[in-house]
């Protein structure tokens, strides 16, 4: 099985500054990484698919890089509205797996 | 304009039988593998189970193999989790994925399921 591992785990940071959030998988995924916000209390949603496409709706500001083993996903600019948890997840193969997220303030 | 309106959640008794159900509407259902993650209060996501469109290719997480069973009815468009011989740890808001890391995915809003005595 394929773990996923996510740092750090909680991030403090102020509006405008630039944040990333790494992840990284016990074994090479390829590119076949997905990320997603999660604000309290509401599901999650999906801002990267496929190691670096953007979502169509989600703003420029978030990027995502890396392949094989070593992901990342940066905002370049942050806004208060990107106070959440971030959660990176493979899928490139079963059992599917998520990281266990960063909590962005 | 796509929805998935889970429903089957509650509070429960250790070892008990429980069946959620999510009805999707707004998009071509037959055509759509569909996902079952869970969140334990607090924590973090964990996937639990994805039936491919047809039906016919389902996967598991070991955590719930052989405990839960995954199913769809494509007639009525509703995907379901049998969740038999619950734990305490099953307890989490189950959330219903269509196209689970696809562009265009859509989740849930989630149904709680409690675990305890």
């Known amino acids: 099985d394929i773990q996923m591992t996510q740092s750090p785990s909680t991030l403090s940071a102020s509006v405008g500054d630039r944040v990333t959030i790494a992840c990284r998988a016990s074994?090479?995924?390829?590119?076949?990484l997905a990320w997603y916000q999660q604000k309290p209390g509401k599901a999650p949603h999906l801002l990267i698919y496929?190691?670096?496409t953007l979502e169509t709706g989600v703003p420029s500001r978030f990027s995502g890089s890396g392949s094989g083993t070593e992901f990342t996903l940066t905002i370049s600019s942050l806004q208060p509205d990107d106070s959440a948890t971030y959660y990176c997840?493979?899928?490139?193969?079963?059992?599917?797996?998520f990281g266990g997220g960063t909590n962005v303030e | 304009e796509v929805e998935l309106l889970e429903s089957g959640g509650g509070l429960v008794q250790p070892g008990v039988s429980l069946r959620l159900s999510c009805a999707g509407s707004?998009?071509?259902?037959?055509?759509?593998?569909m996902t079952w993650v869970r969140q334990a209060p607090g924590r973090g996501l964990e996937w639990v189970s994805t039936?491919?469109?047809?039906?016919?290719?389902?996967f598991y997480a070991e955590s719930v193999k052989g405990r839960f069973t995954i199913s769809r009815d494509n007639s009525n468009n509703t995907v379901f989790l049998q969740m038999n011989s619950v734990r305490a740890e099953d307890t989490a808001v189950y959330y219903c994925?269509?196209?689970?890391?696809?562009?265009?995915?859509?989740w849930g809003q989630g149904t709680l399921v409690t675990v305890s005595s």
């Open positions: 074994q090479n995924i390829d590119t076949w």
């Open positions: 994925v269509k196209g689970l890391n696809k562009p265009g995915g859509y």
């Open positions: 039936i491919g469109g047809s039906g016919a290719n389902k």
């Open positions: 997840q493979q899928y490139n193969a079963y059992p599917l797996s």
């Open positions: 496929k190691g670096s």
């Open positions: 707004g998009f071509t259902f037959k055509t759509e593998a």
